[in-house]
């Protein structure tokens, strides 16, 4: 018998980084390994008419997209692991 785990990654699916602060915390949650350039492309179903009235902010094209390494959940998650390593602070979920 197979046993497949799944797991369901609620909320946003890619972040962008556009400022520059926004850019060098990327760069350094790389570096962790917490996240990673995403370089798919993005698909679209109907007729560009049907997905302009149906999709909310339409489809990105300004990349680079970044994902989290473990489901975007565990990047908050590791975020808040190092503060409370660093700190005397107790982080709970």
């Given at each position: 018998s197979h046993s497949t785990k799944l797991r369901f990654d609620h909320g946003c699916q890619f972040f962008r980084a556009d400022t520059p602060?926004?850019?060098?915390?990327?760069?350094?949650?790389?570096?962790?390994?917490y996240v990673a350039e995403w370089k798919g492309d993005f698909r679209s179903s109907g007729s560009a008419t049907e997905d302009r009235h149906r999709e909310f902010f339409g489809l990105p094209s300004?990349?680079?997209?970044?994902?989290?390494?473990?489901?975007?959940q565990s990047l908050p998650r590791n975020i808040l692991n190092e503060l409370e390593s660093s700190s005397d602070t107790a982080c709970h979920e």
């Open positions: 602060e926004f850019k060098r915390l990327a760069k350094e949650w790389i570096d962790k390994k300004s990349p680079p997209f970044y994902v989290a390494a473990d489901g975007m």
